[in-house]
Nanobody, 127 residues
């Protein structure tokens, strides 16, 4: 069974930082790319950034580059999202998802093309 489990969310003050984790099991890690996405209340799911685990190349969605950094620990089958200078508008449920590393949806980091999803972790940023 494929599982993606997010952790690291919580309540943080504006200007603070968080590191989210996505622990992956049930698939061959290097065969997949992992993406981070978020969904704020009342809004559509937003693409953030993706990484291909075979070569650790990253693919950023245009709107968030600069404050978000993705990384992968292949030994731990875990992908991280470092988020700095948090703003209240970053409040959302953050999800990780997986697709084959050669998928065009990984290169485009497009949430509609992901095959497997975690349940999300809530990040709340107070002003």
């Amino acid at each position: 069974e494929v599982q993606l489990v997010e952790s690291g969310g919580g309540l943080v003050q504006a200007g603070g930082s968080l590191r989210l984790s996505c622990a992956v099991s049930g698939l061959t890690f290097d065969d997949y790319g992992i993406g981070w996405f978020r969904q704020a209340p009342g809004k559509e799911r937003e693409d953030i950034v993706c990484i291909t685990n075979n070569d650790n190349k990253t693919y950023y969605a245009g709107s968030v580059k600069g404050r978000f950094t993705i990384s992968s620990d292949n030994a731990k089958n875990t992908v991280y999202l470092q988020v700095n200078s948090l703003k209240p508008e970053d409040t959302a449920v953050y999800y990780c998802a997986a697709a084959p590393h050669y998928s065009e949806y990984i290169y485009a980091c497009y949430n509609y093309g992901m095959n497997y999803w975690g349940k999300g972790t809530l990040v709340t940023v107070s002003s």
